[in-house]
């Protein structure tokens, strides 16, 4: 009762903070919005400042796609991990030799379709391929055991619903709730096996474990202002229970954050730097009640930084790419996510717009 009292306290506290930006940023009280963002009001957002292209590349885009408008966007995420962190929350200086050398590869697609001006509904699977290799065995070049394996990912279905557009003429920024469901497709079909540490890299939005079925609701806000963009969110993964030899399993929840900081040197050919924020930090309690009793019960905290540039391919495909650096963890591998994407917009024969 205790955990899940603090688990809805910081579900209340976050709400309440977002409502009163929102209230202070536009300086109307929250309680006099329709909450359905008027045709006008999207439609003078969509004739701002807000060049085409790829976007930040560890968020999924915060507004949405006008009705009818599609977008493909295959992205391939890499992890190289060779040391891990202790028990405390610590910077690089401090992480040691981890138990496994870990090297993945994990293709994404994600495919994103306007349903409506104010709702987006979307759909990724992944492959994952892994190499881990006992850390001992390559400290004494003997080399040890050589773990891998190959096979689908999870399948995630997206529901986007943004209640509050943008307003270019104010501090205003879009709001957008964000639902995720996760279902085990890789574990169901082909039996793919977990890596060591069970969790999808840092990058991957939002991180969930690999094989389980997992529920995620998030709170997003992006904001326009020439020659930047700056978007953020949290979010929240839930996982149903699981088995194991028999026993039911139990793993605490994970909450994600994500803040981005996009600025334009061409806006012509779609060109900017990133700087993205992305922390993972698994909560030593469930919305459930239960106990913890796999994955981290102490719980685990991971930070990373990514610079990352983009630019305009065409006038229907953007493209994005970056090195993502772990800079501060607990109870996690110490890694570097190298990570590329590739983004196809399809709009039914007219003009694609930038969402």
């Known amino acids: 009762m205790y955990n899940t009292n603090i688990m809805k306290s910081c579900w209340y506290t976050a709400l309440a903070a977002a409502l009163l930006s929102l209230a202070l940023a536009t300086g109307t009280p929250a309680s006099a919005f329709d909450w359905t963002p008027s045709d006008e009001e999207i439609q003078h957002y969509r004739r701002s400042w807000n060049p085409f292209s790829e976007g930040p590349l560890l968020i999924q885009s915060v507004d949405i796609h006008p009705k009818g408008q599609l977008s493909v966007r295959p992205f391939v995420f890499s992890q190289i991990s060779e040391h891990s962190y202790g028990n405390t929350l610590s910077a690089p200086g401090n992480r040691k030799n981890g138990s496994s050398h870990l090297y993945a590869i994990s293709p994404l697609v994600t495919t994103t379709y306007g349903l409506t001006d104010h709702v987006e509904l979307g759909a990724a699977t992944s492959w994952n391929t892994f190499w881990a290799r006992d850390s001992q065995g390559v400290t004494t070049g003997q080399g040890g055991p050589l773990t891998t394996n190959t096979g689908l990912g999870d399948l995630s279905i997206i529901l986007k619903y943004r209640p509050v557009v943008q307003d270019p003429d104010s501090a205003r920024p879009s709001f957008t709730n964000y639902n995720q469901l996760v279902l085990p497709t890789g574990r169901w079909v082909t039996g793919t096996e977990r890596p060591p540490g069970g969790l999808a890299p840092l990058g991957r939005l939002p991180a969930t474990r690999?094989?389980?079925?997992?529920?995620?609701?998030?709170?997003?806000?992006?904001?326009?202002?020439?020659?930047?963009?700056?978007?953020g969110g949290i979010y929240y993964t839930f996982s149903a229970p699981g088995s194991d030899a028999g026993?039911?399993?139990?793993?605490?929840?994970?909450?994600?954050?994500?803040?981005?900081?996009?600025?334009?040197?061409?806006?012509?050919?779609?060109?900017?730097?990133?700087?993205?924020?992305?922390?993972?930090?698994?909560?030593?309690?469930?919305?459930?009640?239960?106990?913890?009793?796999?994955?981290?019960?102490g719980g685990s905290t991971v930070v990373g930084i990514e610079p990352a540039i983009q630019w305009r391919f065409s006038d229907s495909i953007v493209m994005g790419a970056g090195v993502l650096f772990t800079t501060a963890g607990q109870n996690v591998a110490d890694a570097i996510y190298p990570n590329f994407a590739i983004q196809w917009y399809w709009n039914q024969g007219k003009k694609v717009i930038m969402r």
């Open 210 to 231: 690999f094989g389980e079925l997992a529920f995620t609701e998030g709170l997003t806000f992006r904001k326009n202002n020439q020659p930047y963009r700056i978007s």
């Open 247 to 297: 026993q039911t399993t139990y793993v605490g929840d994970i909450i994600n954050t994500r803040l981005t900081y996009e600025h334009f040197l061409d806006d012509k050919e779609g060109l900017a730097v990133n700087i993205e924020l992305a922390t993972v930090h698994t909560a030593t309690w469930r919305a459930d009640g239960h106990s913890i009793n796999r994955g981290a019960p």
